[in-house]
């Protein structure tokens, strides 16, 4: 089945700092979400990207389909940023599939 | 309310009870999930409804039980669950099943003794 392999898996930063996550998928897909999931465990949509570059705040994402790929970048990064980034990506052949990646866990220092 | 809710937020329960997981949504949408995530594991897709109608069942074992009386509506029925059941527990929605944003709830937090 597809693969979907987060990386690095565990991030540690300085208040300030920038960082690139990224997300590998083996397969075809039809669309690719980014999610944070907070210390409670709520996730919170953060980008809705099967291809392209789309920016919201401090965070923006790029996803390049063709090569299987997805950036999320935190600019400027704060300690409420902390707590696990999922990436996800569905999958409709024959059968419907939603696969989450292992995530990055990312704590941001003061 | 808005968005998707879920409750209880916090169940325990023992091996031999039977209780229920409740999610509601609140965004007119036609497609309801269920997901697990255990302990350092990712996510994973257990029931997709669109319009009440179950369209994928990812081999959960029959001590789940969903129902989906309505397209607002998914509920979670357990019954002789196993200490390794504890897990979060997620409901999802989107506007239809397949190409569409997922928005989640809360969770239920359920711990089996």
């Known amino acids: 089945g597809i693969q979907v392999e987060q990386s690095p898996p565990d991030l540690i930063l300085q208040e300030g700092a920038n960082s690139t996550l990224r997300c590998n998928f083996s397969?075809?897909?039809?669309?690719l979400q980014w999610f944070h999931q907070n210390p409670w465990g709520q996730l919170i949509n953060l980008f809705y990207?099967?291809?392209g570059t789309k920016q919201n705040g401090r965070l923006s994402a790029t996803t390049v389909a063709t090569e299987r790929y997805s950036l999320l970048y935190i600019s400027s990064s704060q300690t409420t940023d902390s707590g696990v980034y999922f990436c996800?990506?569905?999958?409709?052949?024959?059968?419907?599939?939603?696969?989450f990646g292992t995530g990055t866990r990312l704590k941001v220092l003061a | 309310e808005t968005g998707v809710t879920q409750t209880p937020r916090h169940l325990v329960m023992g091996m031999t009870n039977k209780k229920s997981l409740k999610c509601e949504q609140h965004?007119?949408?036609?497609?309801m999930y269920w997901y697990k995530q255990s302990a350092k594991k990712p996510l994973e897709l257990m029931f997709v409804?669109?319009?009440?109608?179950?369209?994928e069942n990812n081999s959960v074992p029959s001590r789940f039980s969903p129902e989906c009386p309505n397209s607002s509506h998914l509920f979670l029925h357990l019954h002789t669950l196993q200490p390794e059941d504890s897990a979060l527990y997620l409901c999802?929605?989107?506007?239809?099943?397949?190409?569409?944003?997922?928005?989640f709830g809360p969770g239920t937090r359920l711990t089996v003794l």
């Open positions: 999802a929605s989107s506007q239809d099943v397949g190409g569409d944003e997922q928005f």
């Open positions: 397969d075809s897909v039809n669309n």
């Open positions: 990207i099967p291809s």
């Open positions: 996800a990506v569905e999958i409709s052949s024959g059968t419907y599939k939603y696969i």
């Open positions: 965004l007119g949408h036609n497609a």
């Open positions: 409804y669109s319009l009440e109608e179950r369209v």
